[in-house]
């Protein structure tokens, strides 16, 4: 009889093992391809096109996204296959200590993450809100030392957990000011973007089509070309939309912490399926992960022929396309605005 009231239901804290180890073995060579492809992309830059600050927010998360997938999902994919096919709770070594290490280099990538994106939504509102205090503000040192901060602080973050006494105290603090916070703040900073950016569309479909001296003369004063707008609004889309997936990716994982962390658990079944909840909760954190590159090629055609260009490796056609691609761009810009012209541009994009 006190056997079967203590039986333990281990199915479901299994199965979601394997299903998500196997969800992370096609995860990770597609999160490895597509930011190799992206940073590849980026360094050679055959349209000069990604020459501006925020560029390393991008270098810096396509770093995390291709350590992701090189390192911390196969240590999860061969610890959850291992668990699954001994089908033991308790695991051994090396795989213990492969997981461990996964889970440390995932809180300092993911939470820096977090604040890349952050970066990225401040930096594009500054851009199209404030266009004349961006280059001020917004330098290549600058950006350096937040992404070299986000990488020290939570480093060091992670490293309390061998000083700090109870770790439990460690990690409702991560789970507030971090997790908690930092998604409030994405959710703050994207909504302003969005306002901001319907605003900056509204003015531009203006400016573009009219033809009256008066909007010739306000286009003359705002001194930037129609295609550094639409690469500014292009940009600013994929920046809403990186923000988006990562807000709906990670509310899994931060509401399956607070029920871990502030829900009374009696039961050793409700604790393994607590966490079979959390495992999936994460998966979705590494789906995000591999979804950050695709959002670039779908979203940037400079990006998509970028791309081309980099992995056809033809100099020739880089100068032609590159000469071809500044024409048309002088062409619409001396079409939409004889009178002015054309300036460095702020944002993304800028030729």
């Not at 239901?9 to 073995?25: E, H, P, R, S, V």
């Not at 404030?130 to 060091?156: E, K, N």
């Not at 969005?194 to 008066?214: H, V």
Request: a positive charge; hydrophobic letters at 50%.
């Amino acid at each position: 009889m006190s056997n079967s009231s203590f039986a333990v239901d281990l199915n479901f804290f299994f199965y979601t093992q394997l299903a998500t180890g196997i969800c992370l073995a096609i995860l990770s060579p597609l999160t490895i391809v597509s930011n190799a492809l992206l940073l590849l992309t980026i360094f050679k830059d055959p349209l000069r096109c990604f020459r501006t600050p925020a560029t390393y927010f991008i270098v810096a998360l396509a770093v995390v996204d291709l350590t992701t997938g090189l390192l911390i999902e196969p240590f999860f994919v061969l610890y959850r296959f291992v668990r699954y096919s001994t089908w033991s709770l308790i695991i051994g070594e090396p795989y213990y200590t492969l997981r461990e290490i996964g889970i440390w280099l995932s809180y300092v990538g993911l939470n820096a993450s977090f604040l890349l994106v952050l970066g990225l939504i401040s930096t594009q509102y500054l851009a199209i809100t404030y266009p004349h205090l961006y280059r001020s503000i917004v330098t290549t040192r600058r950006v350096l030392a937040c992404v070299v901060s986000c990488v020290g602080y939570f480093t060091g973050f992670i490293l309390l957990q061998f000083v700090v006494s109870p770790q439990l105290t460690l990690f409702q603090v991560d789970l507030h000011l971090h997790s908690t916070l930092i998604t409030i703040l994405l959710i703050v900073g994207s909504a302003m973007l969005l306002r901001s950016f319907r605003q900056f569309a509204k003015t531009s479909r203006r400016l573009a089509g009219g033809n009256s001296i008066e909007q010739r003369t306000i286009r003359g004063r705002g001194n930037k070309p129609q295609t550094n707008r639409i690469s500014e609004r292009q940009f600013t889309i994929v920046t809403l939309f990186l923000a988006g997936i990562l807000i709906v990716c990670a509310l899994p994982h931060i509401i399956t912490l607070h029920i871990r962390f502030y829900t009374k658990i009696e039961t050793r079944q409700e604790w393994l399926d607590l966490f079979a909840v959390i495992t999936i909760g994460d998966e979705m954190m590494f789906v995000k992960v591999a979804l950050d590159a695709f959002i670039y090629a779908w979203r940037l055609k400079k990006y998509r022929r970028s791309l081309k260009m980099a992995l056809s490796c033809g100099t020739n056609i880089v100068e032609s396309e590159i000469i071809v691609v500044r024409t048309m761009d002088n062409f619409t810009f001396q079409q939409a605005n004889p009178e002015t012209s054309s300036t460095q541009a702020t944002g993304f994009g800028a030729n």
